[in-house]
């Protein structure tokens, strides 16, 4: 039983080390968005002076609008397209959908860098000037790979009988696509559209590349500032680590939630 | 049925524009002399002699060392995290994997950012060491801080990929192990290891090619002057305008981490074909 005891140190060793790894730098980021000076490091007494200056602060209101602004549409375009392509490439032949396939992962293996420099030479070429409409095209481009791979499990496993059976009795093809095969691969579309609206929400490197001087998402504003570092940062990491933490608690915990409900409702 | 497959074409014509002639352009621009006239091209090897010059290739060996070294902290440091979560309970092991993706949903620019203030010359780390008398240490803006970054980073991607596979595992693998004679060492060594050996194959990926391009850690926690292949590629796209030898050493790094990442899968493939005879090759 000794043995076990020790064992058990072990594990509550390795877990608390790696949470403290990861948690620290998170707490000490929040911590001081509530600092009284512009320190970062020394603490001089609590106040809410960053928070004022977040909301106050025009260029990084505008940043968060934009951020915001170009992963919704981004996610619904890429959204719809990519799954009206996963269902067109698992009816195509074999061939087609190899091809297909093996382009579409480019983005995917490929490092943001490059397919950052692809699309700012594609712009350049075409002599469109680069700006928010040029960030929110990227967006769509790099994300609706991500909803293809997403999509296509599903569909995989769909059963091809159904879908005949619906224009047998009569559906047109828009009505089959629409009540019969989108319903079934459902929770492929919903986590391709989760994985794409925080692809763009997050994206800095493509952003950075085929944005113009005038348009900044979050990243990009983060990162020019970061040469004149100030708490203000720490204020609005602080509200979005909240936000995502709620976020991400209530999705993970529901189930567990309705489940207990269900028991007692029994 | 059949009529659906015509839905692929719109996306092919997207693709070919979108994915397709972007890359084009990259390797267009990288045997290509500089010149605004776009229907004048000059062809040259110029752009790929130029990197071979000792101050490039010494970015170029710095980032496959920093990034080699990244991976391998992954491996040494993830490997047991992610044993330990597979062997708790069920309900504790939801709870600590959304603990590890949680810090993933943060923007990574913040992330990477809060070092800053730890590692700084006044920062949180030295007061510590301060206040046990020990001396400050240098933190910021050395390889240190930029491997620390990049470990901090992309841990999460190395033990989510481990876990999933040893979350897989047939516990009865390992109780067959131990009732054949086998210690706990030599069951973890020769059933679990060879066996979780896919994840951490994934894991490698997962890791080595962000951290082999990135340009954003170095430049926050290495400094102004800390190179790697991706601050490099930066410069000529942002700083320089030269976007011809930008191209090019793109197409180099490209070419470099898709080899890389053909080899490990094939040494993936050939040690799995020796290692899984329980996988039925034989029969």
Known sequence: MVGLKKHNFTKFFILFGVMSFFYLPILSLMIFSFNDSRSLTSWSGFSLQWYQALFENREMMTAITTTITIALISTFVATVMGTLAAIGISKSRRLIKELVLSVNSFPILNPEIVTAIGLMLLYSSLNVEKGFMTMLLAHIIFSTPYVILSVLPRLRRLDPDIA???????????????????????????????????????????????????????SILVYTMSKRINPTINALSTILVVIITIVLLVVNLYPYITKKEMKEAE | MKGYASLVKPYILWMSLFIVVPMLLIVLYAFTEHGNALMAFRFTLGNFMRFFDPVFIKVLFKSLEVAIITTILCIIIGYPIAYVISNASERAQTLLILLITLPMWINMLVRTYAWISILSDGGILNSIFQFFGLAPIKMMYTDFAVMLGMVYNFLPFMIISIYTVLAKLD???????????????????????????????????????????????PKFLGGGQYMLIGNLIENQFITVGEWNFGSAISLIMAVIIMGSMILTRKIDRDASDTTSVEGGKLW
């Open chain 2, 171 to 217: 516990r009865a693998l390992i109780h067959a192990s131990h009732d054949l004679g086998a210690n706990p060492l030599q069951t973890f060594l020769r059933v679990v290891l060879p066996l979780s050996m896919p994840g951490v194959i994934s894991g490698i990926t997962l890791v080595f090619l962000p951290a082999v391009s990135t340009f954003v850690i």
């Open chain 1, 164 to 218: 005949e059976a619906a224009l047998d009795l009569g559906a047109t093809p828009l009505q089959a696509l629409w009540k019969v095969i989108v319903p079934m691969i459902t929770p492929g579309i919903i986590s391709g559209a989760l994985i794409a609206f925080t692809m763009s929400f997050d994206d800095f490197v493509i952003s950075y590349f085929v944005s113009g001087n005038g348009v900044k998402n979050i």
